[in-house]
């Protein structure tokens, strides 16, 4: 329980810490939100305008920075992250509610999919060394690792959407579709992720793979897993019992650390694919200005790498307790 | 139109005849009214997704309500000289020295939720914009000193000074909105206006509208009988070029408002898209006037000499754009407007001519060091250019301005910047040159008041709303406020040839090439598109309310 305690003061440290950093950094960045609006309308708008929206916006205030400093933290812990300046007067929280759906189920279920599947390809690499798997798999996916993901997207889009007209490729589903839960709409959903959830997919699962299977191999020259086998146990119990539970603690601490990453979602698969979510509206936010938006959004990310940890520090303490005196 | 992938290749080729293909989302939308059939469907990269608000006094929503749910006074045509069509109202006349404007508003007008339009939803809304400075975009309440109503359908509009070129902004950019249901809301300016209640041929609302689409239904009770006739209007988001590009290509979108580098190949597959680029501003390089070398008039002069344009525009934009000339007249768009013959004193028009630009500088005294760069009193001619490295296009046309400076010893160093950092840069003045465009307007002369006029100019450091180079002069100042005192057009016509002039000696901005409306059309599924022989409207679907015009004279095919 101390430990847990500990763990949890940390967190709370860090927190701020990354909550000050959060209000600092878009206040360092240069540009002026009302030019960058005016900047975007090629065509129509009067030079008066660009008063009205330093005004509407409220470019050059009379709050000191420490004023602004308190309010934000109150917003914060209330939950009201604001007006978005790009898209004024919608509001930040209902911008992002709208794409966190659509990051969460895309790039959370393939970095699922990907450590699921990356770690158990590693487990029996490691187990049958030299067998076939092993030596097909982790060469493949460790050479699909490095490849640039928003390259194999834009290849993917001209095999499968462009050339043979199989997937669709953009967007998350059919625009002219009216979301709901049916299963017309749901079958069109998952139908759009394919393509950006393999191009995620094959990108990341490499180093699942490589980190599960050294790791594996180490543990598995290890003496009680000699002693296992001594003892007569099954292959499958030493497997997994044995080996793994011990191998896979740096993959699960590097799972923690990617989950949290999750919501700021993949910026780049986003772009290619027109798919709607959270690293699209990050990216938006840091070329128009719109500071609200852009701080909610790292402080999403940053609370969300935060909690991963934290739980993946509990989750470590469980599968092994030596880790609970240590830290 | 769900895309089942054994359809995919049916659907795909279906896109071209999309009117007589998606029967499905006519029937759901046309509200089983008149002849309205067909889906049209937009192709204009947004950078976002639908935030689904249509508040049309709000610069972040005007481009998608004003012109078809919500209408203007007078239409005015930008391309077609001015020329204005009646819209809201039948007519109307300046009178008083130019200082009032009697618009007469038209009868049987009803808003789509059974509202009739009235004088008084006029007079409501301008003053609306002047209880509300933010809703007030075009700082239209900067000239007006009143606006009332007189008699039952007329709106008298008075100035504090003639004021015939806000005519534009007064009668064409601002949607009339209903009094009975504006004046319940009680903070306008944060007023989303997700279900928008307007006058024009087609409905939106927070149902038809998701963060990937926009879909506009025809107005089955539209004040012009038979209009419009094409029933769904589908705007989809679009966050960057490519894929509204390839989204045109494949032929899924039969609007088209999107830059393609090399257009000719990439729409080989779609023989029925046709594309029209009518040049509508200029791209242009901003000298900085405080810059003690640049201040120097026949460096300036040297420069605009030594860019050959014709190359700069078939090489940054592929031809799609064309080049600009140094009187900053918009053409073939504003070509009556050119002063032909006084151009033709200054070199031709500054045309391309690197032997003329090297005895300028020769004359004033620069002579060429041994790096081949021209210097005075140890000061060499070298600068830096800021420009928009986000925009591949202008990085490439001011490579080809930074090869011919340097081959008449002038030598120029380019910064492509980020979006945020060039824009701050640039309207701060924090530049020594800088490559850019404004908005222009209906007649050249909207785009030589934003260069030109000392007040659209500040202090280096703050930024200028659009007098970029900090160019200030009395008599100049004069002439730009002399113009909208007239609606002659031969005084105007002598006031623009005045500021020609001074473009020609003074080479304050050395336009490059023109900025255009892009705009690529499905001539196989829809008929009545804008054309170079009909330029009715601005014909890109961001051009409002120019769109809503382009709505109303579209026929799907049968």
Redesign the interface.
């Known amino acids: 329980m101390r430990f847990v305690l500990r763990r949890l003061g940390f967190f709370l440290l860090t927190l701020w810490a990354a909550l000050t950093l959060n209000f600092a950094l878009p206040r360092l960045?240069?540009?002026?939100p009302?030019?960058?609006?005016i900047?975007?309308?090629?065509?129509?708008?009067?030079?008066?305008?660009?008063?009205?929206?330093?005004?509407?916006f409220g470019v050059n205030t009379r709050h000191s920075v420490i004023s602004q400093y308190f309010s934000y933290l109150k917003d914060v812990a209330t939950g009201n992250f604001g007006?978005s300046l790009?898209?004024?007067?919608?509001s930040v929280g209902?911008?992002i509610m709208?794409?966190i759906f659509w990051t969460l189920g895309l790039v959370g279920l393939t970095t699922v999919l990907a450590f699921i599947f990356g770690t158990l390809i590693g487990i029996v690499g490691a187990w049958r060394r030299g067998g076939v798997l092993d030596s097909v798999m982790p060469p493949v996916f460790v050479i699909t690792s490095v490849v640039p993901y928003f390259w194999l997207g834009l290849v993917l889009?001209l095999i499968f959407g462009?050339k043979?007209?199989?997937?669709?490729?953009?967007?998350?589903?059919?625009?002219?579709?009216?979301?709901g839960f049916t299963l017309?709409f749901i079958?069109?959903v998952i139908?759009h992720a394919i393509l950006p959830a393999f191009t995620l997919l094959i990108t990341t699962i490499g180093t699942w793979i490589l980190t599960m299977r050294n790791t594996m191999i180490t543990t598995l020259a290890d003496d009680y897993v000699r002693m296992a086998r001594a003892k007569g146990l099954s292959s499958r119990r030493i497997m997994f019992d044995y080996a793994a539970r011990n191998a896979i603690l740096p993959n699960l601490t590097g799972f923690a650390m990617s989950l949290g990453f999750v919501l700021g979602g993949a910026i780049l698969v986003?772009?290619?694919?027109?798919y709607?979510g959270v690293g699209?509206?990050l990216l938006?936010a840091?070329?128009?200005?719109d500071y609200p938006l852009m701080q909610a959004l790292f402080l999403l990310i940053t609370v969300a790498v935060l909690v991963a940890i934290l739980l993946s520090d509990i989750a470590t303490a469980i599968l092994d307790p030596r880790t609970r005196d240590a830290g | 139109m769900r895309r089942l992938i054994k359809y995919g290749v049916v659907l795909a080729s279906c896109g071209v005849l999309a009117a007589a293909c998606s029967s499905s989302s006519s029937s759901s939308g046309g509200k089983g009214t008149s002849t309205a059939s067909g889906v049209l469907t937009i192709d204009n990269e947004s950078g976002g997704n639908w935030t689904c608000d249509f508040n049309p006094f709000n610069l972040s929503d005007i481009s998608f309500s004003l012109g078809n749910v919500y209408e203007p006074l007078v239409f005015v045509d930008t391309l077609n000289d001015a020329k204005t069509t009646p819209w809201l109202a039948t007519s109307y006349a300046w009178s008083n020295g130019n200082k009032t404007l009697t618009f007469t508003i038209r009868n049987g007008v009803k808003f789509t939720n059974g509202d009739p339009l009235t004088a008084a939803d006029v007079v409501y809304t301008f003053n609306l914009l002047r209880q509300n400075k933010t809703l007030d975009i075009n700082a239209v309440w900067s000239v007006l000193s009143s606006v009332s109503q007189q008699g039952s359908d007329q709106v008298v509009m008075q100035f504090k000074a003639p004021a015939v070129t806000y005519f534009y902004y007064i009668a064409d950019q601002i949607g009339i909105v209903d009094s009975k249901v504006w004046s319940k809301i009680s903070d306008p300016v944060k007023y989303p206006d997700t279900n928008p209640i307007g006058t024009g041929p087609y409905e939106v609302s927070s149902t038809t509208c998701t963060p990937q689409n926009i879909k506009y239904t025809a107005n089955p009770n539209y004040w012009v009988k038979g209009e419009p006739k094409v029933g769904t209007v589908n705007y989809p988001a679009f966050l960057t070029n490519d894929t509204a590009n390839t989204f045109l290509s494949a032929g899924n979108a039969q609007w088209g408002s999107q830059f393609i580098p090399d257009i000719s190949t990439f729409l080989k597959a779609q023989p029925a898209i046709k594309w029209w680029f009518p040049p509508v501003a200029n791209v242009s390089m901003f000298i900085n006037l405080k810059n003690p070398l640049l201040s120097n008039v026949a460096v300036r002069q040297a420069m605009a000499y030594a860019i050959d344009r014709q190359k700069a525009a078939s090489i940054g934009e592929f031809g799609e754009e064309p080049a600009s000339n140094q009187t900053g007249i918009v053409t073939p768009t504003f070509s009556s407007w050119l002063d032909s013959s006084q151009a033709a004193q200054f070199g031709n028009n500054y045309a391309y001519n690197p032997k003329k630009a090297i005895s300028i500088l020769k004359n004033a005294g620069f002579t060429m060091g041994s790096n081949g760069i021209f210097a005075k009193n140890g000061q060499p001619l070298s600068f830096t250019i800021i420009n928009n490295g986000g925009f591949s296009d202008w990085v490439n046309a001011v490579n080809v301005i930074v090869a011919d400076l340097k081959a008449v010893g002038i030598q120029v160093t380019p910064q492509d910047l980020s979006q945020t950092t060039y824009q701050d840069k640039l309207y701060a003045g924090q530049f020594q040159l800088g490559y850019g465009s404004e908005t222009g307007g209906p007649s050249p002369y909207f785009e030589l008041r934003q260069w030109l006029y000392s007040a659209n100019s500040a202090p280096i450091g703050t930024p200028a709303g659009s007098n970029f180079e900090r160019y200030a002069s009395t008599a100049t100042d004069k002439l730009i406020n002399e113009y909208p005192a007239t609606t002659n057009p031969a005084t105007q016509q002598q006031i623009v040839d005045q500021l020609e002039k001074v473009m020609l000696a003074d080479v304050p901005v050395i336009p490059v090439t023109e900025s255009v409306d892009w705009f690529q059309y499905d001539t196989a599924s829809f008929s009545g598109w804008p054309t170079p022989g009909d330029p009715y409207a601005q014909p890109a679907a961001y051009n409002y309310p120019d769109w809503g015009q382009v709505m109303l004279h579209l026929t799907p095919a049968k």
Not at chain 1, 29 to 32: A, E, K, L, R, Y
Not at chain 1, 34 to 37: D, E, G, I, L, N
Not at chain 1, 270 to 274: A, L, M, P, Q, R
């Open positions: 960045m240069p540009g002026n009302a030019v960058a609006m900047a975007k309308f090629k065509g129509g708008v009067s030079p008066q305008a660009l008063h009205t929206l330093e005004v509407q007006t790009s898209e004024y007067p919608a209902h911008i709208q794409a889009i462009v043979l007209h199989w997937l669709p490729y953009i967007n998350s589903y059919s625009y002219t579709d009216t979301p017309s079958w069109d139908q986003e772009y290619v694919f027109n709607q699209f509206w938006a840091v070329n128009n200005d």
